[in-house]
């Protein structure tokens, strides 16, 4: 016997079992599954779209504040085999008759290191459950990629790799690279998201100290927002520029 359940909230629960005690996911599903005709004497299927407690998001996956939307696995006991869609990575949830077959190709960078495939369940005798899986390969996988500017575009770092396939590149130079995405999507051309890893971007500045402006010269402020931003001091390169710029800025206004 195959059963369909719906992704399904409280909410709707409690309107059509207005007698039950509901307060929370796991409740609305239990009440929903002892609603069944379930005959324990046969092979029970369930598919059912939720998220249930143990199993792994993936970033382009919807998240709930604290996992308010968790349900408990110990409600689907009467099934032989439950078949989760929600979560992106297969995975199997607190017994390996639980169990998300996971999305057939990777939507996020997150998923970068799942491998898909096909969740194939044999059934045998009453309680007699096997579970093979057939992989799943692209035709162009995501990849993530980190290094330097210098390091990614040389010929030995790429020569290995697929050109054709979805890149996520993350630079760790501590300057920002003049016009990075265009000159690497001559190397990768399907680059579809380029990060810095750097002093700057792991600094977590915070700007809600208040300054008196009055008591520092125009110099002196900008080396505070630029070491707020940037985790670091000015160069004495960008120093003498910055002074040179000051200058001819206090001098146009004089």
């Known amino acids: 016997d195959i059963y369909l359940l ?134 162009r996988d995501m990849r993530e990629i980190k290094g330097k500017y210098l390091e990614v575009t040389s010929k030995e770092f790429y020569k290995d790799l697929n050109l054709d396939d979805y890149y996520r590149i993350t630079l760790t130079d501590e300057e920002d690279q003049p016009d990075a995405l265009s000159k690497l999507r001559i190397i990768y051309p399907r680059l579809m998201r380029l990060d810095y890893d750097n002093l700057r971007t792991r600094c977590a500045s915070d700007f809600s100290e208040s300054v008196n402006v009055a008591s520092f010269t125009p110099l002196e402020l900008f080396e505070k927002l630029y070491k707020e931003q940037n985790g670091g001091g000015l160069t004495q390169a960008q120093r003498r520029y910055l002074e040179k710029i000051i200058d001819e800025v206090w001098e146009d206004i004089n």
Not at 30 to 53: G, W, Y
Not at 103 to 121: D, G, M, Q, R
């Open 6 to 139: 719906p992704f399904i909230k409280p909410v709707h629960v409690r309107r059509h079992f207005p007698d039950e005690k509901i307060e929370s996911w796991t409740d609305a599903l239990d009440v929903a599954i002892k609603s069944m005709p379930i005959n324990p004497e046969k092979r029970n299927i369930l598919l059912c779209h939720q998220f249930i407690t143990g199993g792994v998001r993936s970033e382009s996956e919807e998240v709930n504040v604290g996992g308010s939307d968790n349900v408990d696995v110990g409600v689907f006991e009467p099934f032989d085999y439950v078949a989760l869609g929600h979560l992106h990575k297969p995975q199997s949830v607190a017994r390996e008759t639980v169990r998300y077959c996971g999305s057939p190709l990777k939507y996020s960078f997150s998923e970068a290191n799942h491998e898909k495939s096909v969740t194939i369940v044999n059934l045998g005798k009453k309680g007699d459950v096997s579970i093979e899986k057939a992989p799943l390969t692209p035709i």
